[in-house]
């Protein structure tokens, strides 16, 4: 307060106290007064956004807040790591190996098995002028598997049809691979691998 003011003051002398409900009056009338001045200024439809501010602002803490809310605490539980349960994995039979082993011929036929492998090439026309074989044990041991690599020379015919009766008469038998080449696009002939893998038990 000035030195002005407070001379002024002293001069007109104490202000009367006002009660509570003179105060509440004067400010409810101010109040709308403010009101009217600012309808006035903006119109109703001013007035009607100003009133569906006040009314989002007012369901904002009832409806909007707890909504938000829950939807914290549910990614805070799906975020937290769940404990992975264990697989389950179906036992294997204790026999399975020995019904497999004992679906397979020996390997003491193997030669048997090659012998009959070049008269389906003969059978069929092919040429067959080499080959090889390797050997491995698979199952610790309890199954043995020859890969055998055959070079053939026919037409393209003639190796479907020789495939066809090796797959469809040998038993535990896979066809692993086979690569084409051919010399010239005009020559009725090609170059044909062949690997297959016969599946037999070990000798006793």
């Known amino acids: 307060m000035s030195i002005s003011a407070f001379i002024a003051q002293a ?5 009367p106290v006002r009660s509570r409900h003179e105060v509440l009056a004067a400010r ?6 403010h009101l009217l001045l600012l ?27 707890p909504s938000l809310d829950a939807i914290a605490a549910t990614r805070q539980r799906l975020s937290v790591p769940r404990p992975q349960r264990p697989a389950i994995v179906d036992p294997v039979p204790a026999d399975g190996i020995e019904r497999l082993r004992s ?15 070049v008269g389906y090439a003969g ?7 080499d080959g090889a074989y390797s050997v491995a044990r698979e199952a610790r ?15 393209y015919p003639q190796v479907r049809r020789f495939l066809s009766a090796v797959l469809s008469r040998e ?34």
Do not use: C
Not at 53 to 58: N, V
Not at 123 to 129: D, H, K, P, Q, T
Not at 175 to 182: A, C, E, I, K, S
């Open 103 to 117: 679906a397979l011929a020996d390997e003491r036929q193997f030669p048997d098995r090659l012998d009959r492998l």
């Open 123 to 129: 059978e069929y026309g092919l040429s067959l002028n």
């Open 28 to 33: 409810l009338a101010a109040l709308r007064q």
């Open 39 to 65: 309808r006035s200024r903006l119109g109703p439809q001013g007035m009607a956004a100003i009133l569906l501010a006040f009314a989002a602002a007012s369901l904002y803490p009832l409806s909007i807040a």
């Open 171 to 204: 038993r535990a038998v896979a066809l692993l691979d086979v690569q084409f080449r051919r010399a010239k696009l005009s020559d009725p002939a090609l170059d044909a691998t062949v690997r297959l893998a016969y599946f037999m038990r070990p000798a006793p």
């Open 11 to 15: 001069r007109t002398g104490p202000r």
């Open 141 to 155: 041991g309890q199954i043995v598997r020859y890969e055998v690599t055959l070079p053939l020379h026919g037409s």
